[in-house]
């Protein structure tokens, strides 16, 4: 597999940056986990949003599928055209919050806007999702609102993403083994007082020990967040190899591996503040 970095930000996207959304490759498959403020025009930088085969939302939270907007407006008025419906696929309740958000500025009304060019779906959270050869497995997080973490089998490698959560067991059993774990970190170097519904980068390090993950890449940060201090913090609870994601960032995924025995980091990040 082969894990593209389309939107990496938290809510108020980093400087030149987008909001969440990752593009898993397979042999025979090309997903899309979220669609956040701005992802399109990166995701049209690596492929065309025609040749996606399914876009799948962890949660209805703006900056993860805000996105889903300008992609209706490509595939309806774009240069290329697909010759079926993309395949879309939210979380339980996903599609009434969507239908009731668009009806807001679409004339025609909500269910033409979407159905021209989406096949929506809400997926059950139960049961997996088989997309091409990949095999798509769902565990609800703990945030503020139903959430769900993503795990992706294809090619003998496991990619599993957070989508947003504080730390909890659901998280450690659902990426248990995972050949990466892409995990988010809003919090930084900081905490959260209760209710909870995010990460530290230190918590993140401690889930991918527990789970016994091959390899910990960190995500959904914001610009005042220093990567190179996030790798550290996540690297002394984790013990293994941590990334820190960016867009555009390109990683192939094979299968899982015993973890290293020394920690090894791996960050040639500067603050997004002081890139171009």
Same mark, same amino acid.
């Given at each position: 597999?082969?894990?593209?970095?389309?939107?990496?930000?938290?809510?108020?996207?980093?400087?030149?940056?987008?909001?969440?959304?990752?593009?898993?490759?397979?042999?025979?498959?090309?997903?899309?986990?979220?669609?956040?403020?701005?992802?399109?025009?990166?995701?049209?930088?690596?492929?065309?949003?025609?040749?996606?085969?399914?876009?799948?939302?962890?949660?209805?939270?703006?900056?993860?599928?805000?996105?889903?907007?300008?992609?209706?407006?490509?595939?309806?008025?774009?240069?290329?055209?697909?010759?079926?419906?993309?395949?879309?696929?939210?979380?339980?309740?996903?599609?009434?919050? $969507?239908?009731?958000?668009? +009806? &807001?500025?679409? !004339? %025609?009304?909500?269910?033409?806007?979407?159905? #021209?060019? /989406?096949?929506?779906?809400?997926?059950?959270?139960?049961?997996?999702?088989?997309?091409?050869?990949?095999?798509?497995?769902?565990?609800?997080?703990?945030?503020?609102?139903?959430?769900?973490?993503?795990?992706?089998?294809?090619?003998?490698?496991?990619?599993?993403?957070?989508?947003?959560?504080?730390?909890?067991?659901?998280?450690?059993?659902?990426?248990?083994?995972?050949?990466?774990?892409?995990?988010?970190?809003?919090?930084?170097?900081?905490?959260?007082?209760?209710?909870?519904?995010?990460?530290?980068?230190?918590?993140?390090?401690?889930?991918?020990?527990?789970?016994?993950?091959?390899?910990?890449? $960190?995500?959904?940060?914001? +610009? &005042?967040?220093? !990567? %190179?201090?996030?790798?550290?913090?996540?690297? #002394?609870? /984790?013990?293994?190899?941590?990334?820190?994601?960016?867009?555009?960032?390109?990683?192939?995924?094979?299968?899982?591996?015993?973890?290293?025995?020394?920690?090894?980091?791996?960050?040639?990040?500067?603050?997004?503040?002081?890139?171009?």
């Amino acid at each position: 597999m082969q894990l593209i970095a389309l939107g990496t930000s938290s809510s108020v996207p980093r400087p030149g940056r987008a909001c969440s959304c990752y593009a898993v490759r397979t042999p025979a498959a090309t997903l899309l986990l979220d669609l956040g403020t701005g992802a399109l025009g990166n995701l049209r930088r690596s492929r065309e949003y025609t040749t996606i085969d399914a876009v799948v939302i962890s949660h209805m939270h703006a900056d993860h599928f805000l996105d889903l907007i300008p992609l209706r407006y490509g595939l309806k008025y774009g240069p290329d055209v697909r010759e079926r419906r993309q395949p879309l696929y939210l979380p339980p309740g996903g599609e009434a919050v $969507l239908r009731r958000l668009v +009806s &807001a500025f679409a !004339p %025609e009304g909500p269910a033409d806007f979407l159905d #021209e060019v /989406f096949e929506v779906c809400e997926y059950d959270p139960r049961a997996p999702l088989h997309v091409g050869d990949a095999v798509l497995r769902f565990r609800r997080a703990r945030h503020y609102i139903d959430t769900y973490a993503i795990r992706v089998e294809a090619a003998g490698a496991v990619v599993v993403y957070s989508g947003d959560t504080a730390p909890c067991d659901a998280m450690v059993e659902h990426a248990a083994g995972a050949s990466l774990f892409l995990c988010e970190a809003t919090l930084g170097v900081g905490s959260e007082t209760p209710p909870r519904g995010h990460c530290s980068a230190a918590e993140a390090g401690e889930m991918a020990r527990r789970a016994e993950v091959a390899r910990l890449m $960190l995500t959904h940060y914001g +610009s &005042a967040q220093d !990567p %190179e201090l996030l790798c550290e913090a996540a690297a #002394e609870a /984790f013990g293994g190899v941590v990334t820190v994601a960016d867009d555009g960032d390109e990683l192939a995924i094979s299968s899982p591996a015993t973890r290293p025995a020394a920690a090894k980091t791996e960050s040639t990040r500067v603050p997004a503040q002081d890139r171009g």
